[in-house]
């Protein structure tokens, strides 16, 4: 299985680390990661991850400027594309089709493709070309999906709720994990 991680500079960079840490320790799934320079940023004011662990994460690295890059074409076959964290300038890019970087071109790629497209959107309270930008994605099939916490599985570390948001992700892939205890129902 091939993955794509595009990662920009919006808060919540940390949910793009852990998906790639997870998914590095999953020998049958290749990820190539798209990273922004405003990512490479946030990271140092969020975390205290240096970019090039990070990267080290991924089994390839595409700079944002390498349009020209495996992942720029259609004949470049994958699995699907994450984007996490997802700011509103890339939602938008990808709302209005416009592709001036690697991440929002294969990202462009995924959609016209027809492949999985997982946006993590990254803003509050929202507007309503925000909500107009998420609609327009949605509609050429992207999902939108919102680091939004839950609490049924009783998170008792930041890292629990980060990594019950990453493992929803996977389950969009149907990728296994084991990174939240899932909803048996109330007797469950």
């Known amino acids: 299985m091939k993955i794509i991680v595009g990662m920009n500079g919006t808060t919540g960079v940390i949910y793009g680390i852990r998906l790639l840490q997870v998914l590095s320790g999953m020998k049958e799934i290749e990820t190539h990661l798209v990273i922004s320079r405003a990512c490479e940023k946030t990271i140092g004011i969020e975390t205290d991850f240096e970019v090039d ?3 080290a994460c991924a089994t390839h690295v595409h ?3 390498d349009i020209a890059a495996c992942l720029a074409s259609g004949s470049f076959l994958s699995d699907g594309m994450i984007v996490a964290p997802c700011s509103m300038k890339t939602l938008s890019a990808l709302a209005h ?3 001036d970087n690697l991440l929002t071109r294969a990202a462009d790629v995924t959609l016209k493709e027809r492949n999985r497209l997982v946006l993590m959107v ?3 309270p929202l507007h309503l070309g925000h909500l107009r ?5 949605t509609e050429m099939g992207a999902i939108v999906m919102p680091p939004v916490p839950a ?3 009783k998170p008792r570390t930041i890292e629990d709720i980060i990594d019950h948001t990453v493992g929803k992700a996977l389950d969009l892939f149907r990728i296994e994990h084991n990174l939240y205890r899932r909803w048996a129902g109330i007797d469950g």
């Open 151 to 153: 609490f049924y599985h």
């Open 133 to 137: 930008n998420m609609v327009r994605v």
């Open 97 to 99: 089709a416009y592709s």
């Open 53 to 55: 662990e990070i990267k």
């Open 63 to 65: 700079s944002i400027d």
């Open 122 to 124: 990254r803003e509050t």
